[in-house]
Nanobody
Framework: QVQLVESGGGLVQTGGSLRLSCVASGGTFDFMSWFRQAPGREREFVAAITWNGRFTHYADSAKGRFTISKDNTKNTGFLQMTNLNPEDTAVYYC????????????????WGQGTQVTVSS
């Protein structure tokens, strides 16, 4: 059973940057994804990466500002976020799955606890 622990969230001003981390343990998987959930809104896909390759996929809202990456030696995934704005305020979650990348939350069974990102104007 894979367990995920996110970290790296915090309070940042508009235009600032943050790097989120997601440490995985207890099993293997094929894909790691990041999602976010703002107050009163549904959880939405942000980015995904193949764990044993280099393929990445981004939501339109993340393209050009966010970069997903990984360090297989540390079993850790990252989400580097730049040029943040208040619309990026949300709890950010990492999730993993096998076989295919999916952008819908119902296809993921393994989630971290989330890390809060707050962007002030």
């Amino acid at each position: 059973q894979v367990q995920l622990v996110e970290s790296g969230g915090g309070l940042v001003q508009t235009g600032g940057s943050l790097r989120l981390s997601c440490v995985a343990s207890g099993g293997t998987f094929d894909f790691m994804s990041w999602f976010r959930q703002a107050p009163g809104r549904e959880r939405e896909f942000v980015a995904a990466i193949t764990w044993n390759g280099r393929f990445t996929h981004y939501a339109d809202s993340a393209k050009g500002r966010f970069t997903i990456s990984k360090d297989n030696t540390k079993n850790t995934g990252f989400l580097q976020m730049t040029n943040l704005n208040p619309e990026d305020t949300a709890v950010y979650y990492c999730a993993v799955r096998d076989k295919t990348i999916e952008i819908m939350t119902q296809f993921y069974k393994t989630w971290g606890q989330g890390t809060q990102v707050t962007v002030s104007s």
